[in-house]
């Protein structure tokens, strides 16, 4: 089945603790990318891969890192979270333009 | 700053009738245009994408693109129950891809 699998799903952590949010896709895309979505704001990029070992600033980058090893795997990177990036967010891996979402993860941070 | 724009609704029609979402842009040279349909807590999924100016029909579902006017629309034809989600309009600029807070549909059996 083609997806995106993201994990953890769901996670709680402290200002200051370094967390990584997994991404895989299976559908041998080229382009990665990262969203956060918060009410009244809608879907905002915050990194993007266009092919392994390429990464490109979204509109809201900061406080934020990527990778791209490998082409099925992009995962985000939260060095030092802020309570700010408290959010909900989404990877995605796109063919042709179309979008193809994981299920989201929930972050809080305290 | 790239603006996608969307009425966020909340838009109510009675089961079979006709939901028409609104969209308007800022970036002339913006590229490509989707709609995503997200369920709450779920993730958004792709219902149609739209590259010319014009007309495009997938099933119940016409998206229309007018660039001179940078406006995009869904129109959703014998509104179901199942169609109550929020519908996000996007754009594709570059390598980037920009959206909508969306509008919140609700269809009333």
Known sequence: EAQVTQNPRYLITVTGKKLTVTCSQNMNHEYMSWYRQDPGLGLRQIYYSMNVEVTDKGDVPEGYKVSRKEKRNFPLILESPSPNQTSLYFCASSFGGELFFGEGSRLTVL | ?109
């Open chain 2, 1 to 109: 700053q790239k603006e996608v724009e969307q009425n966020s609704g909340p838009l109510s029609v009675p089961e079979g009738a006709i939901a028409s979402l609104n969209c308007t842009y800022s970036d002339r040279g913006s590229q490509s245009f989707f709609w995503y349909r997200q369920y709450s807590g779920k993730s958004p999924e792709l219902i149609m994408s739209i590259y010319s100016n014009g007309d495009k029909e997938d099933g119940r579902f016409t998206a229309q693109l007018n660039k001179a006017s940078q406006y995009v629309s869904l129109l959703i034809r014998d509104s179901q129950p199942s169609d109550s989600a929020t519908y996000l309009c996007a754009v594709n600029f570059g390598n980037q891809f920009y959206f909508g807070t969306g509008t919140s549909l609700t269809v009333i059996p």
